[in-house]
């Protein structure tokens, strides 16, 4: 097999190459690709705990403790104890965060059209399509 034959290389070159020029876009924001799915996460649903915020973003909860900590300082999260469950905190977005928002999501999105530029509309609507439905199923 090729290299450019093989989906896990070309994925994993493919999500190298995205996330460092998301990184790039991030820093004028003084952040950085860590903090991204966090984020984005967030924007979908927030007050979610810190463990299913883990599971959505796929990193150990220890993981998540540090990079939560991260927006805390920066001021763009606030952890809320459940009542029920003294263990468990939900996450919420500060105004900060929620302001952050558009400007972060066009960042990603010149970032997705500076990588789909080579394909026409149709074929980058299938190429999403196509992961979505590769992802799903792992």
């Keep these: 097999m090729k290299h450019y034959e093989s989906l896990g290389y070309l994925v994993s070159h493919l999500n190298i ?11 004028r924001y003084e952040l950085d ?11 979908q649903e927030e007050g979610i705990t810190q463990t299913e915020l883990s599971k ?17 300082v920066r ?8 009542a ?13 965060a929620k302001a952050l ?4 999501i066009r960042e ?7 990588f789909l530029v080579s394909l026409t509309d149709e074929e980058a609507q299938v190429f999403i399509k196509l992961l979505n439905k590769i992802n799903r199923l792992s």
């Design 17 to 27: 190459d995205l996330q460092k020029a998301l990184d790039e876009r991030l820093k």
């Design 101 to 104: 928002e558009q400007d972060l």
């Design 33 to 43: 690709i860590r903090l991204w799915p966090v984020l984005f996460a967030l924007w």
């Design 84 to 96: 029920d469950n003294r263990r468990a905190f939900q996450i919420f977005l500060t105004d900060n």
């Design 108 to 114: 990603a999105e010149r970032v997705n059209e500076h």
């Design 75 to 82: 001021g763009l999260i606030t952890r809320h104890q459940e």
């Design 56 to 72: 959505r973003c796929d990193v150990a909860n220890y993981t998540m403790t540090r990079l939560l900590d991260l927006l805390q």
